[in-house]
Each structure stands twice: as C-alpha cells, then as structure tokens.
C-alpha cells in the first residue's frame, strides 16, 4: 500500500495500452481504486475486467462533452476522483513543410486540448473538496526540439506549461500539478517509427544527423519504469511537490 494512493480514485486517460496501462496497473498494485478512459473500447474492456473495476469509459479525449460524462460517471461509481494521470496522446511526424492541416489539429487536439478537457472537469470537483493530484504525461521532446516532431513537441510543450499553470492556481486549495516528460519508451507507439531490427540500437546510440543524443543509461525506458514516476508525484512521499517536470528519459536530453 502506498499512501496518498491507497484507497484513493484514480482517473487515467490513454489506459488501453503503452504507458497509460502501465499507469493503471501500478495504481492499481498500490491499491488505489481506478476510473479507466481510452477511445479504444476492446483493450479498455479487458484491462477493466482484469483490473476488476466497473468505471471503464470508451470516450475521447478530444471531445469536451464525452469527457466531462465519463468523469461525472466516475465520481458516481467510485467517489470523488483524488488522483487524475493524463496520459491519452497521439503521434504524427513529418517536416514542417510537408505536414499537414489535418495532423496538426489532431495532434493539438488530443495532446493538448485533451489535457485540457480532461484537467478541468476533474479540478472543477477538485476544488471544492480542497484536494487532488493531477499529474500529465508529456514528452523530453516538449524542452528539445526534435527534428520532424514538431507538432508533437509543440502540443506536449503546451500540455506541460498548462499543467504548470493550472498547478500554480490550484496550489491553494492543496491541489498539487506535475508533469512527468518520458523519452524514448518501448511502446507501440515507439515501435511504429522503427524501420528494422536495429532502430532500437539507433535510439540507444543517437543520431547525429538528425541532432539527437544518444541515452547515457544505455537502455530504452520500459513503461513501467514511467508509471513507477506517475506513482511516486501522485503520493504522500510528493506531497510538497507541484508544478515540477521530471524527466524520465536516461538522460537522452542531458537536461537542457
């Protein structure tokens, strides 16, 4: 058991899979009682089944109107929503000059408006109670730029300065905002920019050309090595953190 999370009602977007699930199912292990949300209803089924919890919400994030249902369906299965971890992304590359419309806006839509969507519906409950965490998963790449990334790194940079903001009104009431910035995570997500069986060592060893650095650890992050993050901002043992950002990333982005 793990205080601040134990018993607690823990809201996770993006829970279907990669990250998100890895989140849920640390919560989970640390006894926390959990409101599921991912656009993917079949892989959000299973994990609520296997979790064991009535509060799975196929709805996406992007969406105002179906995020503020499932919170308010949440918070009437399982009680007020002490912790909220947004993990809900998606990914589109290409250079600036060939990017188009379309990928933009679904990018900032759900990395960011997301966020947003979801943030204030639970703070909104949040407030009157004078208690929460939130805590917003993000990217290395929101504080490096990234080449070919651009909306990618843009929407998380934005999702970031948000979740510091919304940090920085909310302290008052005792409500604490973090972020949590991965880098490169062994998950479908990374896998679908691998061309062939050596990507991974790429990764590993950087890519000059493209002016990225290596990871000085010398592995790729695994997700639970992200949720293990997410559990530690969403406790007791950070009760005097808020608006932080922690890179989670082997040192790939030396901390710049």
């Known amino acids: 058991m793990e205080p601040g999370i134990s018993g607690a009602h823990a809201f996770v977007t993006g829970a279907a899979r990669g990250i998100g699930e890895a989140v849920a199912r640390t919560l989970a292990g640390y006894g926390a009682r959990l409101s599921l949300l991912d656009r993917d209803p079949g892989p959000l089924a299973r994990l609520a089944r296997e979790l064991d919890t009535p509060s799975a919400h ?14 308010a369906e949440a ?47 639970v703070v909104r409950r949040m407030i009157p ?11 290395n790449a ?29 302290a008052r009431y005792g409500i604490r905002c973090n972020v949590v910035a991965p880098g490169s995570t062994d998950t479908a997500m990374q896998r679908a920019l691998w061309t062939d069986d050596r990507a991974a060592e790429r990764v590993i060893a950087g890519v000059p050309e493209a002016y990225r650095t290596g990871i000085p650890l010398g592995r790729i992050a695994e ?16 009760r005097h953190i808020t608006m932080h950002d ?11």
């Open 58 to 71: 196929a709805a996406d994030v992007s969406d105002a109107r179906a995020v503020e249902k499932a919170v």
């Open 75 to 121: 918070e009437d299965r399982l009680g007020p929503i002490g912790i909220l971890v947004n993990v809900a992304g998606v990914l589109h590359t290409g250079p600036v000059a060939e990017f188009g419309d379309e990928e933009w806006a679904r990018t900032f839509a759900v990395n960011t408006g997301g966020v947003f969507h979801v943030s204030r519906a």
């Open 142 to 170: 929101a504080g490096v730029p990234r080449a070919e990334m651009a909306a990618y790194a843009a929407s998380k940079a934005a999702a970031t300065m948000f979740t510091k903001c919304l940090g920085l009104e909310v």
């Open 129 to 139: 109670r004078a208690a929460g965490v939130i805590v917003t998963v993000a990217s």
């Open 223 to 238: 997700p639970g090595d992200i949720a293990d993050a997410v559990a530690f901002l969403a406790s007791d043992r950070a």
């Open 246 to 256: 922690l890179y989670v990333d082997g040192g790939a982005t030396l901390r710049a």
